[in-house]
């Protein structure tokens, strides 16, 4: 079975976002942990989070797959604002606990002009900081379109940070389909993607793709999402990669433009081209 969802906002809560999921024929989602621009978690509701427990189980949820602010910059210039995304990915995976053996997406960060060496850095340490041995997440990476100083543009730098990290196995990468092509992939060629992934950073470390068309064509460093078969990637290619041998098992997100209506369409019409 294909495992798809789409990005649901946790505002009405977390037993909301799975009857949210249910109704749009999604088994899986993704969620910001807090407000995406940053800015205090909510009090946390035990009973609310049980109660998602309870429905992933009795209908399958895979897994789910929570979202860092993407606000939070690992690697600043400014120590107080390096200081805050710490603490925030720190209390982050504190609260990912009571959703055990889940994954957490971040963006890497950007270097705001003091080179990718010194985001690395940055980036490495605060992950050396913050993963535990004792935690249950898997805390990914995601690929980035390359937008202004963003990390993340090539698996070569997801690797280096990757490289630096003590506790790897904590680690894995989250692919996103519109911000390879903008970075300069061409899925047309999946086959060449994949390997060359794998050759750098592994394909068993690639644990979840984000389902996104572009508005831009591959290497514009863009990052704008459209609705899938509207963009530029094209529906044919969204059909290989989800039937593809290396992904089919992975857990997919869409984040495309949409509301719960077209997320409900599109999974549809993903569903239907996935070869059971
Ligand atoms: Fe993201
Ligand atoms: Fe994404
Ligand atoms: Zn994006």
Redesign the pocket.
Known sequence: MLNIGCHLSISKGYENMGKEALKINANTFQFFTRNPRGGKIKELNEEDINKLLELMKEHNFPIILA?AP?TMNLCSDKADIRDFAKNMMKEDLDRMEYLPGNMY?F?PGSHVGQGVEVGIQYISEALNEVLTKEQSTTVLL?TMAGKGTEIGRSFEELKMIMDKVELKEKLGVCL?TCHVNDAGYDLNNLDVLLKQFDKIIGLKYLKAI?LNDSMNVVGAHKDRHQKIGEGTIGIDVFEKIINHPKLRNLPFYL?TPNDLNGYAKEIKLLRGLYKE
Do not use: A, F, K, L
């Open positions: 979202h993407y997406n963006h995601e996103d984000h984040e």
